[in-house]
C-alpha cells in the first residue's frame, strides 16, 4: 500500500467509511511506515476525543421519565378529521385519504390494548366510521352501506367507508382499493365487508367467495372469514371460502402470511397454498398454487388490455413548480413497475398522468409512487424533481408539500435546494434520462424558475406496458 | 423484542399507542439530548428542550406525512427547538457547565476542557454537519448507517462528515494525516 492510500483510508476510519479488511491492510502499513503511523495516531486520538465526549454527556435516566410522564399529559395525536366542504374537492380527495390511512392505521394483534380503547370512544368512532377507507377502482361492483337493505352499483371512484359490503356483481373480477396501499381483487359473484371494525381500517371480512391482495410491504392488512384469518405485512396472497362454513384455502404469491384458524396458526410462504379448517391445516402442493392463481392472473391480464386504452395522454406544462397537467410517461412508468401508483392515479380520476419525473419518481421508488398520490391535483411536475426524486427517497415529501401549496414555500425551496445538487450529478450517470426534463428544484437554484415542460402522447409507456402512454418531455 | 420500525411505531402511535410513541422516544431521547448539549444548550435547558421537542412531535404526529421519515422528521422539530433556546436571552450559555458533573479534582481539569472545546467546536458547526457528527461520535453509526437512518445518500453524508471532521479537527488541534498528530 503506498502512503497516499493509508492516507485516505486513515480519513476513511474517522468518517467512518471504511471495512474492517481495509483497515487491517491501513494498520499492517502504518507498522512499516512511522509517518503514516503517526497521522493513524492523531486520527485516533480524535475520533477517541470524540467518542469519549459524547459519551460523557450522556443525561442522567430520569430525564426519559419526566418526558415519558410529560407526553402521558398530552393528548393523544389528533386524529384526521374531514372538513368536507372544502376538502372534498377533487384534488385534496387523494390527500385525505392517505391522512386517513395514516391516521387508522394499526399495526397487529399486540396493539389490541389500544384498538379497544379507541373503539370505545364515541367521539372518535363517529369520526372514524364516517371516513372513507377505500375505493372502487375497477370492474361492477355493488356497494351495500353498513344496515342498508339493498346493494347498489357503485362507479369507479366510489368511497368506501366501514362497514360497506362490497360484491362483484359482474362476471368479471372488480378491484377495490384501501387507502391506497392496498388493492383487492374480489372474484365474480364474491362479496367482502370492509374494515368491519371502523378503528382497523385494514381489514376485510371475505363473505362470499374468493379475494386476493396486493399490500404495500409494511401495511397490516387481514382477511376475517368465519373459520379463521389471514393476516400479512406487504405480500400479495389469496384468500377463497370452501364448502364448509369454517373451512378456507389461502394462496400465497409474494411474501408470507400468517393463517390462524381455530386457535393454531400456520405460516405460508410464497409458491405456497394451503387449507385450513378448525385449526388443521393441510398444504396442497405447486398445482393447487397455480390454480388457486389462475383467476388473478387471467384478472391482471384483462386488466393490462383495458387500462392501455386510457392512460397518459395529454399534452401539458409541468413546470417546475408543480403547475400544469400531467402527462402519460410516468404513469406507464408507474404501472410498468409498481402497479399500485398506477392505482392511485386512476382512483383520483384525474384523467391524465404525471410528468417524466414522476414517472422515474415511480420507476425507482415506490415511495414516491405515494407523494404523488397524496398531491391529488394532477398538477405535473418538471424534470427536476425526477431526478431529485429518482435519486432520494425522501423527496416524495417535497413533492407533496409544494402539491398542496400551503406546505410550500420555503421549506420546499430548501429540499430542492439542497437536493439540487445532487441532480447535477444526473448527466454522467443517465445522460439519456436527463435530456428529458427540466425545472424543478435544480432549475430554481440555477435561477431558471422551474422552466420544465412536458408533452404527453409520445407513445412511449404504451409499447412498454400497455397501459399508459406519452412521455414527458421537457427543456431547460 | 423483534425490531419493530420507526414507522410501525408512529402507526400504532397514530391509532392510539401511545406506548408505542414511548418506544420510540427511547430510540432517540438520549441522541437528542446529545445533540442539544452540543447546540450551545446548558444540561438544564437541554433537558427541557429535549422535552420540549418531544412532546412537540407527539402533538403534531398526525401531520407527519411520511411514517418512514419519522427520524428526520424529529430532527428537524428539535434542530429548532434547540435553536430558539440558545437564541433566547435568559440562561448562561451551555458549554458552562460542560465541567460541572462528577469528575474527581484531578481528571476534572483535563476531561472537563477536553469535553467544553468538543462541545463549543461541535456547536459551531452548521445544523446539517453537526447531526451527522452526532451520529458518528455518540451512536458509533458509519456512514452508510447514517445515510441510511437519515434517508440521505451516503455521498452527501460523507461529504457532511468529511467537512465536519475537518473543521473539528482543526479546531481541537488534531491534524490532518499530512501533519504530525496533535491533541486538544
Given at each position: 500500500?503506498?502512503?497516499?492510500?493509508?492516507?485516505?483510508?486513515?480519513?476513511?476510519?474517522?468518517?467512518?467509511?471504511?471495512?474492517?479488511?481495509?483497515?487491517?491492510?491501513?494498520?499492517?502499513?502504518?507498522?512499516?511506515?512511522?509517518?503514516?503511523?503517526?497521522?493513524?495516531?492523531a486520527?485516533?486520538?480524535?475520533?477517541?476525543?470524540?467518542?469519549?465526549?459524547f459519551?460523557?454527556?450522556?443525561?442522567?435516566?430520569?430525564?426519559?421519565?419526566?418526558?415519558?410522564?410529560?407526553?402521558?399529559?398530552?393528548?393523544?395525536?389528533?386524529?384526521?378529521?374531514?372538513?368536507?366542504?372544502?376538502?372534498?374537492?377533487?384534488?385534496?380527495?387523494?390527500?385525505?385519504?392517505?391522512?386517513?390511512?395514516?391516521?387508522?392505521?394499526?399495526?397487529?394483534?399486540?396493539?389490541?390494548?389500544?384498538?379497544?380503547?379507541?373503539?370505545?370512544?364515541?367521539?372518535?368512532?363517529?369520526?372514524?366510521?364516517?371516513?372513507?377507507?377505500?375505493?372502487?377502482?375497477?370492474?361492477?361492483?355493488?356497494?351495500r352501506?353498513?344496515?342498508?337493505?339493498?346493494?347498489?352499483r357503485?362507479?369507479?371512484?366510489?368511497?368506501?367507508?366501514?362497514?360497506?359490503?362490497?360484491?362483484?356483481?359482474?362476471?368479471?373480477?372488480?378491484?377495490?382499493?384501501?387507502?391506497?396501499?392496498?388493492?383487492?381483487?374480489?372474484?365474480?359473484?364474491?362479496?367482502?365487508?370492509?374494515?368491519?371494525?371502523?378503528a382497523?381500517?385494514?381489514?376485510?371480512?371475505?363473505?362470499?367467495g374468493?379475494?386476493?391482495?396486493?399490500?404495500?410491504?409494511?401495511?397490516?392488512?387481514?382477511?376475517?372469514?368465519?373459520?379463521?384469518?389471514?393476516?400479512?405485512?406487504?405480500?400479495?396472497?389469496?384468500?377463497?371460502?370452501?364448502s364448509?362454513?369454517?373451512?378456507?384455502?389461502?394462496?400465497?404469491e409474494?411474501?408470507?402470511?400468517?393463517?390462524?384458524?381455530?386457535?393454531?396458526?400456520e405460516?405460508?410462504?410464497?409458491?405456497?397454498?394451503?387449507?385450513?379448517?378448525?385449526?388443521?391445516?393441510?398444504?396442497?402442493?405447486?398445482?393447487g398454487?397455480?390454480?388457486?392463481?389462475?383467476?388473478?392472473?387471467?384478472?391482471?391480464?384483462?386488466?393490462?388490455?383495458?387500462?392501455?386504452?386510457?392512460g397518459?395522454?395529454g399534452?401539458?406544462?409541468?413546470?417546475?413548480?408543480?403547475?400544469?397537467?400531467?402527462?402519460?410517461k410516468?404513469?406507464?412508468?408507474?404501472?410498468?413497475?409498481?402497479?399500485?401508483?398506477?392505482?392511485?392515479?386512476?382512483?383520483?380520476?384525474?384523467?391524465?398522468?404525471?410528468?417524466?419525473?414522476?414517472?422515474?419518481?415511480?420507476?425507482?421508488?415506490?415511495?414516491?409512487?405515494?407523494?404523488?398520490?397524496?398531491?391529488g391535483?394532477?398538477?405535473?411536475?418538471?424534470?427536476?424533481?425526477?431526478?431529485?426524486?429518482?435519486?432520494?427517497?425522501?423527496?416524495?415529501?417535497?413533492?407533496?408539500?409544494?402539491?398542496?401549496?400551503?406546505g410550500?414555500?420555503?421549506?420546499?425551496?430548501?429540499?430542492?435546494?439542497?437536493?439540487?445538487?445532487?441532480?447535477?450529478?444526473?448527466?454522467?450517470?443517465?445522460?439519456?434520462?436527463?435530456?428529458?426534463?427540466?425545472?424543478?428544484?435544480?432549475?430554481?437554484?440555477?435561477?431558471?424558475?422551474?422552466?420544465?415542460?412536458?408533452?404527453?402522447?409520445?407513445?412511449?409507456?404504451?409499447v412498454?406496458?400497455g397501459?399508459?402512454?406519452?412521455?414527458?418531455?421537457?427543456?431547460? | 423484542?423483534?425490531?419493530?420500525?420507526?414507522?410501525?411505531?408512529?402507526?400504532?402511535a397514530?391509532?392510539?399507542?401511545?406506548?408505542?410513541?414511548?418506544?420510540?422516544?427511547?430510540?432517540?431521547?438520549?441522541?437528542?439530548?446529545?445533540l442539544?448539549?452540543?447546540?450551545?444548550?446548558?444540561?438544564?435547558?437541554?433537558?427541557?428542550?429535549?422535552?420540549?421537542?418531544?412532546?412537540?412531535?407527539?402533538?403534531?404526529?398526525?401531520?407527519?406525512?411520511?411514517?418512514?421519515?419519522?427520524?428526520?422528521?424529529?430532527?428537524?422539530?428539535?434542530?429548532?427547538?434547540?435553536?430558539?433556546?440558545?437564541?433566547?436571552?435568559?440562561?448562561?450559555?451551555?458549554?458552562?457547565?460542560?465541567?460541572?458533573?462528577?469528575?474527581?479534582?484531578?481528571?476534572?481539569?483535563?476531561?472537563?476542557?477536553?469535553?467544553?472545546?468538543?462541545?463549543?467546536?461541535?456547536?459551531?458547526?452548521?445544523?446539517?454537519?453537526?447531526?451527522?457528527?452526532?451520529?458518528?461520535?455518540?451512536?458509533?453509526?458509519?456512514?452508510?448507517?447514517?445515510?441510511?437512518?437519515?434517508?440521505e445518500?451516503?455521498?452527501?453524508?460523507?461529504t457532511?462528515?468529511?467537512?465536519?471532521?475537518?473543521?473539528?479537527?482543526?479546531?481541537?488541534?488534531f491534524?490532518?494525516?499530512?501533519?504530525?498528530?496533535?491533541?486538544?
Amino acid at each position: 500500500m503506498k502512503c497516499e492510500s493509508a492516507r485516505e483510508l486513515i480519513e476513511g476510519l474517522v468518517d467512518g467509511r471504511i471495512d474492517a479488511e481495509a483497515e487491517k491492510s491501513l494498520r499492517a502499513h502504518c507498522e512499516r511506515c512511522a509517518e503514516c503511523a503517526a497521522a493513524l495516531a492523531a486520527a485516533e486520538s480524535f475520533v477517541g476525543t470524540m467518542t469519549a465526549s459524547f459519551g460523557d454527556a450522556r443525561p442522567a435516566p430520569e430525564l426519559r421519565q419526566k418526558i415519558v410522564a410529560a407526553i402521558g399529559a398530552e393528548r393523544a395525536p389528533r386524529r384526521f378529521r374531514f372538513e368536507r366542504s372544502h376538502l372534498w374537492t377533487a384534488g385534496a380527495a387523494a390527500a385525505a385519504v392517505i391522512a386517513a390511512a395514516l391516521a387508522f392505521i394499526i399495526s397487529s394483534a399486540d396493539n389490541m390494548d389500544s384498538r379497544v380503547k379507541t373503539a370505545g370512544d364515541p367521539q372518535k368512532d363517529a369520526v372514524v366510521a364516517s371516513a372513507p377507507v377505500g375505493t372502487v377502482l375497477a370492474g361492477e361492483l355493488e356497494v351495500r352501506p353498513s344496515g342498508a337493505q339493498g346493494f347498489v352499483r357503485a362507479a369507479a371512484g366510489r368511497e368506501l367507508v366501514s362497514g360497506d359490503t362490497v360484491r362483484a356483481g359482474g362476471d368479471l373480477p372488480a378491484e377495490i382499493s384501501l387507502s391506497e396501499v392496498i388493492t383487492v381483487f374480489i372474484d365474480a359473484g364474491s362479496e367482502i365487508v370492509v374494515a368491519p371494525d371502523p378503528a382497523l381500517p385494514y381489514d376485510v371480512r371475505l363473505e362470499r367467495g374468493q379475494v386476493f391482495a396486493e399490500v404495500t410491504k409494511g401495511t397490516p392488512f387481514r382477511v376475517l372469514t368465519a373459520g379463521g384469518e389471514v393476516q400479512s405485512l406487504g405480500t400479495r396472497f389469496g384468500v377463497q371460502l370452501l364448502s364448509g362454513v369454517a373451512e378456507f384455502a389461502v394462496v400465497v404469491e409474494e411474501g408470507v402470511v400468517r393463517v390462524d384458524s381455530g386457535g393454531s396458526s400456520e405460516r405460508v410462504s410464497a409458491g405456497e397454498s394451503v387449507l385450513a379448517a378448525g385449526g388443521r391445516f393441510r398444504r396442497e402442493g405447486a398445482e393447487g398454487c397455480g390454480r388457486r392463481l389462475g383467476w388473478v392472473k387471467q384478472h391482471r391480464e384483462r386488466r393490462r388490455g383495458r387500462f392501455g386504452q386510457g392512460g397518459g395522454h395529454g399534452a401539458g406544462q409541468s413546470r417546475g413548480r408543480g403547475e400544469g397537467a400531467g402527462h402519460g410517461k410516468g404513469k406507464g412508468e408507474v404501472n410498468r413497475e409498481r402497479g399500485r401508483e398506477g392505482e392511485g392515479v386512476r382512483d383520483r380520476g384525474e384523467g391524465s398522468g404525471h410528468g417524466k419525473g414522476q414517472g422515474e419518481v415511480n420507476r425507482e421508488r415506490g415511495r414516491e409512487g405515494e407523494g404523488v398520490r397524496d398531491r391529488g391535483e394532477g398538477a405535473g411536475r418538471g424534470k427536476g424533481q425526477g431526478e431529485v426524486n429518482r435519486e432520494r427517497a425522501g423527496e416524495g415529501e417535497g413533492v407533496r408539500d409544494r402539491g398542496q401549496g400551503a406546505g410550500g414555500g420555503k421549506g420546499q425551496g430548501e429540499v430542492n435546494r439542497e437536493r439540487g445538487r445532487e441532480g447535477e450529478n444526473g448527466p454522467e450517470a443517465e445522460p439519456e434520462v436527463k435530456g428529458n426534463g427540466g425545472g424543478g428544484g435544480e432549475g430554481r437554484e440555477r435561477g431558471n424558475g422551474g422552466q420544465g415542460r412536458g408533452q404527453g402522447g409520445n407513445g412511449r409507456g404504451g409499447v412498454q406496458t400497455g397501459r399508459g402512454r406519452g412521455r414527458g418531455a421537457g427543456r431547460r | 423484542m423483534p425490531d419493530i420500525s420507526d414507522a410501525d411505531l408512529v402507526r400504532r402511535a397514530l391509532a392510539g399507542g401511545r406506548s408505542a410513541f414511548e418506544e420510540l422516544l427511547g430510540r432517540y431521547w438520549e441522541r437528542l439530548y446529545m445533540l442539544a448539549v452540543h447546540s450551545r444548550l446548558s444540561s438544564a435547558d437541554a433537558e427541557d428542550a429535549v422535552q420540549e421537542a418531544l412532546v412537540q412531535a407527539y402533538r403534531r404526529l398526525s401531520t407527519l406525512r411520511d411514517p418512514e421519515r419519522f427520524g428526520s422528521w424529529l430532527y428537524k422539530i428539535a434542530m429548532r427547538t434547540f435553536a430558539a433556546k440558545a437564541a433566547a436571552p435568559a440562561p448562561a450559555p451551555g458549554v458552562a457547565d460542560a465541567a460541572a458533573p462528577g469528575d474527581g479534582p484531578a481528571e476534572e481539569t483535563e476531561s472537563a476542557e477536553s469535553r467544553r472545546a468538543v462541545r463549543e467546536a461541535v456547536a459551531s458547526l452548521p445544523d446539517h454537519y453537526r447531526l451527522p457528527v452526532t451520529l458518528r461520535f455518540f451512536d458509533g453509526m458509519s456512514c452508510d448507517e447514517i445515510a441510511s437512518h437519515l434517508g440521505e445518500p451516503v455521498g452527501t453524508v460523507w461529504t457532511r462528515l468529511h467537512r465536519a471532521n475537518a473543521i473539528l479537527r482543526g479546531k481541537l488541534g488534531f491534524l490532518s494525516p499530512d501533519g504530525s498528530g496533535g491533541g486538544i
